[in-house]
């Protein structure tokens, strides 16, 4: 009897070893995780704008849309539209304070995904990437140094699924719903095993028609993510590669023919590309100490496909179609120290370094292999970033409340544009364009108790020129070979970002007001003459340029409030105030000057609201709106070429069933109304716009093994 308690006693006690031993392993692979990605984001309470979405808040707002779609409903002051309409895929582009996309530093884990040159993210080419992300970071305003192009309007890193914190599971996701659209993903997870690896993969797949004409969506992607955590060491490969297939529907419609037919599409029929985007990354952690590490990363990338351009040749039927094709590929490196040393504050170190190169062809179809235009541009850059931050005691309190960041950055780099010599007839010099951009950064905040924060930030970043600001078209050509040649006719653009905020955290509210004021030097803007064979105007640096505003997020648990149950109903919104202005405009050819004016597509209101209800434990339902404000699509502020204001009612539901399983209803645009976020002047002067999709939606079934 004492033998079998003795043994009893000792399988016990090395029961609670084993444990203790895992939940030390656990914590230790958690930790070698998290600092990947602590070099570029800020902390949750740095003196900045930002967001940052954890993966159960991501799921609450994913039901496969594209990035651009979903980043607009976690952030103030983004805005996105849809070329096809329906804000689920097909192309589509978001918008920062007013500032288009290729001003904002996307990445993932660190690494870039930006285009280089110039400078975009096409969320269209990996499709279903929401499905793949652990959290997501939105800087508003200079922010943090980051890696590759200019944290100019922002920044948004990705961090990808965790493998620390992931249990055993395999998981199939479908969607189904308007416009014909179907999606389905799959994807297995192993854990962390007994060796210390652990695997993550996911398959996917959506097709849908659009909502306007002609803007269908067929597309694939796969995300695989592997790592091996050791003592002081930890290996992750992470990889992604997408390929899709969309009807084309860039142009937007003159108001009179949506009034004909909302759904028209003024780009051919004929015209659907094929395009993929692929990434592939090797990080090596090494914990030094307690309170050190390293972390470096390898990547390598690439993008390209074809671009079609449809028109007719002849009254009689005649058609044909020249082909844009683009391929480019990205090798980087990529390396941080942090340490955080007690008396004189923590500290972090990087270096990034990479080359890009980008081959651009035309061709009329199907003479794939004579192209008659041919190129190859390169951008090669060096960055070297420091920041530094402590933590101070002041006052009575004895508590470190008030804390001083710092952050610099160096980026030095090299633009290249190539030409084709046979198409131009003539040997083009076109010198290379070397740009030095010195950022610093500097913040305070400040703990007035446990709940209520202040702060205040000031930093400076600079922007290179695209290639497309360069050339505004994407080829040299006759029409633009003077502006290439010229290394003076655009010059590097620079902003000035002052953000001032406070924060206060309850058990049931969360509340966070920043006020910001934006400086430009040397904006670049399309304000030159058209360029005939490119159809859009020169890229000129403009008169000097403001924006300042107000951005209002916050959460509130009202059950928890009043009635002591958390979560039952729940209220969150966003609301952003912008003033922005030009000091003056003359358009190109005129004699006229236009004083202290509004840039285009830049709302002065935007904002969404939340209320969700949970009646019971398994079952939770509400309802969404989104306005949007009037926004000028041309610099005189021409009041008949708007977009109009719109405001947009969404209704979601979803119940858990057997504790793993999911059904969600999205339903859009409740109101039926006739909408639009984005627009341009036609040909003719009138305005023109991309139409959203009327009343739609989308169910998805959600099953976890």
Same mark, same amino acid.
């Given at each position: 009897?004492?033998? @079998? ?116 993210? %096409? ?7 929401? &499905? ?41 996701? %479908? ?171 923590? %500290? ?102 446990? &709940? ?10 600079? @922007? ?12 040299? &050509? ?24 406070? @924060? ?42 403001? @924006? ?141 716009? %991309? ?15």
């Amino acid at each position: 009897m004492k033998r @079998r308690l003795l043994v009893l006693a000792v399988l016990g006690l090395s029961s609670q070893v084993t444990k203790a031993q895992n939940a030390e392993d656990s914590l230790r692979v958690e930790q070698l995780e998290e600092v990947t990605i602590s070099a570029i984001r800020a902390a949750e309470n740095a003196p900045l704008a930002q967001v940052t979405v954890n993966r159960k808040e991501i799921e609450k707002q994913f039901f496969g849309q594209d990035g651009a779609f979903l980043l607009e409903k976690l952030s103030p002051s983004l805005v996105s539209y849809s070329e096809s309409g329906t804000g689920l895929s097909n192309y589509g582009q978001m918008r920062l304070r007013g500032m288009d996309q290729t001003r904002i530093n996307i990445t993932l884990n660190g690494v870039p995904l930006n285009d280089m040159i110039d400078q975009g993210v %096409f969320f269209s080419n990996f499709i279903d990437f929401g &499905n793949s992300i652990e959290s997501v970071q939105i800087q508003r305003g200079v922010g943090t140094s980051s890696n590759g192009v200019s944290s100019y309007a922002g920044s948004i890193n990705f961090e990808s699924i965790s493998l620390a914190n992931a249990k055993p599971s395999a998981e199939v996701q %479908f969607t189904g719903g308007s416009f014909n659209t179907l999606r389905a993903s799959a994807e297995v997870s192993t854990g962390l095993q007994e060796n210390r690896t652990a695997f993550y993969a996911r398959m996917s797949r959506i097709q849908s028609d659009g909502y306007r004409y002609n803007t269908s969506t067929a597309a694939n992607s796969l995300f695989f993510s592997g790592a091996y955590y050791g003592e002081k060491h930890a290996f992750k490969f992470t990889g992604f590669a997408g390929q899709s297939q969309n009807g084309l529907g860039y142009t937007p419609v003159p108001l009179a023919l949506i009034e004909q037919d909302p759904r028209t599409n003024l780009v051919s029929e004929n015209d659907i590309d094929n395009f993929g985007q692929y990434l592939f990354q090797l990080q090596h952690t090494y914990r030094i100490g307690v309170k050190s590490s390293l972390v470096s990363t390898l990547y390598y990338g690439g993008a390209g496909g074809d671009f079609p351009f449809g028109y007719a040749t002849d009254s009689l039927g005649g058609f044909e179609q020249i082909n844009y094709p683009l391929y480019n590929t990205h090798t980087g490196l990529m390396s941080n120290y942090n340490a955080k040393t007690g008396m004189a504050g923590d %500290f972090s170190i990087g270096l990034h370094a990479y080359t890009f190169s980008r081959r651009n062809l035309e061709y009329v179809i199907p003479n794939r292999n004579n192209p008659y235009y041919e190129d190859e541009s390169t951008k090669d850059e060096i960055a070297l970033f420091a920041k530094w931050e402590k933590a101070f005691s002041i006052g009575s309190s004895g508590s470190e409340n008030l804390k001083i960041y710092a952050d610099v950055q160096l980026r030095q780099l090299a633009l290249n544009l190539g030409a084709d010599r046979n198409f131009l007839g003539e040997a083009p010099a076109i010198p290379t364009r070397n740009y030095t951009f010195l950022n610093p950064k500097l913040g305070i905040s400040y703990h007035v108790n446990r &709940n209520w924060q202040l702060y205040t930030s000031f930093g400076r970043s600079g @922007r290179e020129p695209t290639r497309f600001d360069v050339l505004g078209a994407t080829a040299v &050509n006759a029409s633009n070979i003077a502006l290439a040649r010229d290394v003076n006719s655009i010059q590097a653009e620079y902003v000035n970002d002052v953000e001032v905020g406070t @924060r206060w955290n309850t058990e049931s509210v969360a509340l966070e007001l920043n006020l910001f004021f934006m400086q430009f030097e040397n904006e670049i803007a399309p304000i030159g003459e058209y360029i005939p064979e490119g159809f859009v105007q020169v890229f000129l640096n403009q008169q000097a340029s403001t @924006r300042q505003g107000i951005e209002l997020n916050g959460n509130w648990d009202v059950g928890n409030t009043f009635s002591q149950s958390p979560n039952r109903l729940n209220l969150t919104g966003q609301i952003s105030l912008l003033q922005a202005q030009i000091s003056s405009y003359q358009p190109a050819g005129s004699n006229e000057t236009f004083e202290n004016i509004t840039p285009i597509l830049s709302p002065q209101v935007n904002g969404q609201f939340d209320l969700n209800y949970k009646p019971i434990k398994n079952f939770s339902f509400g309802i969404g709106a989104r306005y949007l404000g009037e926004q000028f699509m041309e610099l005189t502020n021409n009041e008949d070429l708007m977009v109009p204001s719109s405001l947009v009612l969404n209704l979601n539901a979803n119940w858990n069933f057997y504790q793993k399983h999911s059904l969600s209803v999205q339903v859009n645009n409740l109101t039926n109304e006739l909408y639009y976020t984005y627009g341009a002047p036609d040909f003719n002067g009138g305005p023109a716009y %991309f139409v959203q999709a009327p009343l739609h939606a989308y169910a998805t079934l959600r099953l976890v093994f």
